[in-house]
């Protein structure tokens, strides 16, 4: 079995396994959005090594695009879910476009500054986005036969695109494309030398995980009826990046995992104590410190300690981890 | 024989992955001029970046006027007395050609910053200029002089003539050989042979980061078989 | 009238942001790091300065106080901690710091509550003067004059002595200010420690005039980027440019859009960065 | 011969990097199907002239075409699809990638929009593949071919680098300094290899190794200070009195047999 579907399979277990261990549905399926967000994210990060601090614009857009398609117009939900994935692209395009004109630490101050322009444009413009009370009293139509007003039934609905735009992703990043994209990351001259128009590469990268996250913000509008302003502010950039980070950028599965930490904890956390970003705060300069390689690359190192054997295993392909 | 002021021994360095220095053994005694010579890629900029603290030696040790500085931060080798001018230059764009200087004076030197413009006086007619608009060799005056008021025991030099137009390296090839008169010793990477005639004394040649030749001027000189084997001199 | 009342006003906001700002510039400059705790030094300084002036300590004191105590506190975070990281991918650095600004902003809520607080000028600028029509506050219109004198001490800090040099030289090349001798470790850190006492200076300045809420260091850090980016990464210069303009368009605004004053101020900057990439003043 | 036209033109070519005329005047003519090295001490302008010629660098004035197509203002990744790729005297390699992903990836950079696609997985069979194991046996690299290549020998990482120019199928291809870093056993094969390549491509290089240089050249064009000192066949150079002078003077690393 390779990688891939390795991968693969311990993201459908995830699905599987978070209705068994989770009370809440809502909270399981905030895992599964943040995983998709933080995948996309992963997309750019890991792949490209591109640092977006603008990951909230496209989920915050993707929140608000559904919402104002179901509340405005009779169109079905799949089509107000298109127009979030459409929109999420077109806008990742833009910002893309213009952020990558720079690099490195200028090109996440970019980024994070047209983060603040989307915030304040929808701060803005009330009218049309509810300002700070957010937009509100979202429906959740049924599709079809489908039934989504229950919250496990949505789950089940949000679990069956998880794993769709899991498998899409992996087909992305493992395509001749994806391993483009690391070639960038890698040395990004010599990708220029060989012939391949850099810019054009990491662009169409932003337009897919734009299109991801303004999925995933569509999917969270529907599930708590309300497109919050806090769906596109620096928090939920800061947010999406943290957990991406937190899971590891070695792979797509590392984003899953971060996204499960970040949520279930901090769920966990909040309730016993309401200061609990104090410890997050610093969990996050000790992930930096001692644990670069993310809960991935932690696990990583717990197998390969449990299982002296791989050890030899993996010494004879350099560069290769255990799973 | 004067004493060795640095000795370099067995030295291994790494970049990342790469062994770039495998095991480097040389030595500059008092008074001396030595050059280091070797083709693009053999480790040259390598060993005085090690010898400098730039590149920490994995292995080896590097000894200086008695004291082992092998691990020592850049800056207390620096302030130890090891000069180097780097092959780029290391001019500050930013400030002038005066604060180039300044930033980099000692009183203890014995060149104050009146006794370089002496040497190189291109440097005070230019003393206001940023030091982003000095011509080539006039930024590599530069850059000796601020070795110089830097209270060097030792200059290390790479690559000094690097690009510069005929007239203008004869021009710092006789502000050497006015620095060499005054008994400091030079190490000196160069690929110019006509220069290091000039100047040296003693000659390293490096391959595969080792060293692989080591004789004195005239011994080097008259030894066609070495110059072709290792720097590919001659067409055959 | 208002035009030039909001012009003054302008010119004071801006000042604020060249303070909060240009220690950024610096640090970035300098260390080539991506300091996202920087709006934590500026809601430390302020609160800490209405700490001090809530326990009836002199203003004066509490202006100074304050300021010094975050360099200090700046100063030990990079020894203990952020030296460590330099070497480390800008994710790292960015990591860390957001990290500790989550957790200097919880710390101010768990020590002076959630809700904020105002801070009351000192007595002798408690008054007001009249700009025309305009009544304007006096303790306004004193930290225009402080932050003008301030600014030209930094300038002469930066372009008239050693240290100064040092840290222009060590914005070309870390590497070649250590081949001279000198410990770039020891200027790393005392440029740190200036940049967050400037930012703190910053808030506890700001505090009498727009209170202290445990959120306005989010809001300062933003800022700061926006000035950094317009101005142009590691100049002085283009800190104090674009402070200003931020700061007077965002007040003339103020009259004319008042929802749309912040949108105009990141509309601008995305201006500046298609027409002049390298912002107003920056380099390279 | 002569009556070719030239593969690549350079006219009047100059490279300025701020105050820095890095490059003057440069007007050069290579004709197909030749072997053309250049040579001069190091700060001579040589590798800026490659950067200029395949597009790293935009050239401040003057013009470049190849087969008689303007590219002077095309940029480096649009040049190569028009047939000329390049090695770099640093190694410049995707250091966390293996060999064959290496090799693929210069080869599908002719067609890059090819990979453009999201959707399109590796065939194992796909033609940029097959060029990578091609070249790789070229090479002699084969045995090394999953491994990373950071983690390659310096010899083999210099190869590699010359094999990155080779997969995408020049007509006209760069090396700067093949021989850097080399030791003399890698030289030898080195030069074999370049001679090789100069069946069936145009090859330009840098060169310190005269030995290379004189015995492989159709044409040498010698630089100094950024500008043209003197053009033409081994013979002429070895023989030109300027040559000599600057040779024996102080300009070159040592003298010419």
């Known amino acids: 079995m390779n ?63 559904v919402g104002l398609t179901l509340l405005h117009t009779p169109l079905p939900l799949g089509l107000a879910i298109l127009f979030s994935i459409v929109i999420g692209a077109l806008v990742a395009t833009g910002v893309g476009w213009l952020s990558i004109r720079r690099q490195g630490v200028y090109f996440v101050m970019l980024t994070l500054a047209f983060s603040q322009f989307f915030y304040f444009l929808a701060y803005t413009f009330k009218d049309i986005t509810g300002g700070d009370n957010g937009l509100l009293n979202i429906p959740r139509p049924d599709v079809g036969p489908l039934v989504l007003r229950s919250s496990w039934a949505y789950y089940a609905f949000i679990a069956i695109i998880f794993l769709l735009i899991f498998a899409t992703l992996q087909r992305v990043a493992s395509s001749t494309f994806g391993r483009t994209l690391l070639a960038i990351r890698d040395n990004e001259e010599r990708a220029r030398a060989i012939g391949f128009p850099v810019r054009t590469f990491k662009i169409t990268a932003f337009a897919i995980s ?25 928090h939920m950039s800061e947010s999406i990046l943290i957990m991406t980070i937190i899971g590891g950028t070695g792979n797509l599965f590392a984003s899953v995992l971060g996204a499960g930490f970040y949520v279930i904890v901090s769920d966990l956390l909040s309730t016993i104590w309401p200061r609990w970003l104090l410890l997050l705060g610093g969990l996050l300069v000790v992930v930096a410190l001692f644990m670069q390689q993310g809960l991935w690359g932690l696990l990583e190192r717990i197998i390969l300690a449990l299982r002296p054997a791989s050890r030899t295993a993996a010494g004879k392909e350099p560069g290769r981890s255990p799973l | 024989m004067s004493a060795t002021l640095l000795e370099v021994e067995n030295v291994h360095g790494y970049y990342g992955k790469s062994h770039i220095l495998q095991g480097v053994t040389l030595e500059v005694r008092e008074g001396e001029v030595v050059t280091l010579l070797g083709r693009n890629g053999a480790g040259k900029t390598s060993t005085v970046k090690s010898i400098s603290g730039l590149l920490a030696p994995r292995t080896g040790r590097v000894r200086f006027a008695g004291t082992e500085i092998s691990g020592w931060q850049p800056h207390q080798i620096a302030q130890l007395g090891l000069a180097l001018v780097p092959e780029n230059r290391g001019i500050f764009g930013l400030l002038s050609v005066e604060e180039n200087l300044r ?73 050497l050989k006015q620095i060499r008169a005054t008994g400091i010793p030079i190490l000196l990477i160069e690929q110019n042979l006509a220069v290091c005639t000039e100047l040296a004394d003693r000659h390293y040649i490096l391959e595969l980061g080792r060293v692989v030749y080591n004789g004195t001027h005239d011994e080097f000189a008259a030894d066609e078989i070495t110059k072709d084997r290792y720097l590919g001199v001659n067409a055959h | 009238m208002i035009y030039l009342f909001q012009l003054v006003n302008g010119i004071g906001l801006g000042m604020l942001y060249f303070l909060l700002a240009v220690g950024l510039s610096i640090i970035f400059g300098l260390l080539h790091f991506v300091n996202f705790a920087h709006g934590a030094f500026y809601l430390l300084g302020a609160y800490l300065a209405y700490d001090m002036i809530e326990r009836g300590l002199n203003f004066w004191a509490g202006l100074v106080l304050a300021p010094l105590v975050v360099a200090a506190l700046a100063a030990l975070t990079e020894i203990v901690l952020l030296r460590r990281i330099y070497h480390l991918p800008h994710t790292f650095h960015i990591l860390v710091t957001v990290g500790l600004a989550l957790m200097v902003q919880e710390l101010v809520i768990i020590l002076w509550g959630p809700v904020g607080g105002n801070v009351s000028p000192p007595e002798a600028l408690s008054g007001v003067v009249m700009l025309g029509d305009f ?12 932050t003008m004198v301030l600014a030209l001490g930094l300038w002469w800090l930066l372009e008239g002595t050693r240290l100064g040099a040092v840290v222009r030289a060590g914005s070309e090349s870390t590497d070649m200010v250590s081949l001279l001798g000198i410990d770039i470790l020891k200027v790393n850190t005392a440029v740190f420690a200036l940049g967050a006492g400037l930012a703190g200076l910053a808030g506890s300045l700001a505090a009498p005039i727009r209170g202290v809420e445990p959120f306005m260091g989010v809001e300062a850090l933003g800022i700061a980027f926006v000035v950094v980016v317009i101005g142009g990464m590691g100049s002085y210069t283009g800190a104090l440019v674009a402070g200003l303009l931020v700061g007077i368009v965002q007040s003339i605004m103020t009259t004319l859009w008042p929802e749309g004053a912040r949108l105009m101020i990141y509309l601008g900057m995305g201006l500046v960065i298609l027409t002049m990439p390298r912002g107003l003043l920056g380099r390279a | 011969m002569s009556a070719q036209a030239p593969i690549l033109a350079a006219d009047k070519l100059a490279v300025r990097y701020g105050s820095f005329l890095a490059l003057s005047d440069v007007t050069l003519a290579i004709k197909p199907n030749t072997i053309h090295s250049v040579i001069g001490p190091n700060g001579a302008g040589k590798t800026t002239l490659f950067h200029a010629l395949t597009g790293r660098v935009q050239a401040s004035s003057g013009r470049i075409t190849l087969n008689g197509r303007d590219i002077t203002h095309l940029s480096d990744d649009k040049r ?69 290549a950071g983690e390659l020998s310096h010899g083999q990482q210099r190869r590699l680098e010359v094999g990155m120019a080779v997969a995408a199928k020049p007509r006209l291809i760069l090396l700067d300094e093949p021989t850097s870093g080399m030791g003399i056993d890698d030289i030898e094969a080195m030069k074999a290899l370049i001679r090789d390549l100069g069946r069936d491509h145009t090859v330009l290089f840098i060169e310190h190794n005269m030995g290379i240089v004189m015995n492989i050249s159709d044409t040498v064009t010698v630089m100094r200070a950024g500008r043209v000192l003197v053009e033409g066949s081994p013979m002429v150079v070895r023989d030109d009195p300027e040559v000599r002078r600057a040779y024996l003077g102080n300009m070159m690393t040592g003298d010419i047999a």
């Open chain 2, 103 to 175: 930033i980099a004076a000692r009183k203890r030197s014995p060149w104050s910053i009146k006794d370089v413009y002496t040497i190189f006086p291109r440097l005070e007619e230019r003393r206001r200029n940023g030091g982003g608009q000095l011509s080539g060799g006039e930024q590599q005056m530069l850059a000796i002089a601020r070795a110089l008021v830097n209270a060097p025991k030792l200059l290390m030099l790479d690559e000094p003539v690097e690009g510069l137009a005929p007239v203008i390296v004869e021009e710092i090839v006789a502000q």
């Open chain 4, 80 to 148: 190569v699809p028009l047939g000329i790729a390049r090695s770099f005297q640093v190694t410049s390699l995707f250091q966390n990638l293996t060999v064959r992903e290496n090799l693929r990836l210069a080869a599908q950079g002719r067609t890059p929009l090819q990979a453009l696609a999201p959707w399109r997985g590796v065939e194992p069979d796909g033609e940029a593949t097959v060029i990578a194991d091609q070249v790789m046996s070229r090479l002699g690299i084969t045995a090394v071919a999953d491994r990373v």
């Open chain 3, 135 to 146: 009544i304007y506050p006096q303790y306004r219109l004193f930290v225009i004059v402080f």
């Open chain 1, 210 to 234: 734009g299109a991801v996250t303004g999925l995933a913000g569509a999917l969270h509008a529907l599930l708590i009826g309300v497109a919050p302003l806090s769906n596109i502010d620096y």
């Open chain 1, 3 to 65: 990688r891939s579907s390795l991968h693969f399979i311990l993201a459908a277990i995830v699905a599987v396994a978070l209705p068994l261990f989770m009370r809440s549905g809502t909270l399981a399926s905030e895992v599964l959005i943040y995983a998709m967000a933080a995948s996309a994210c992963n997309l750019l990060l890991g792949y490209t090594g591109l640092l977006s601090f603008g990951q909230g614009i496209f989920f915050g857009l993707g929140s608000y695009v």
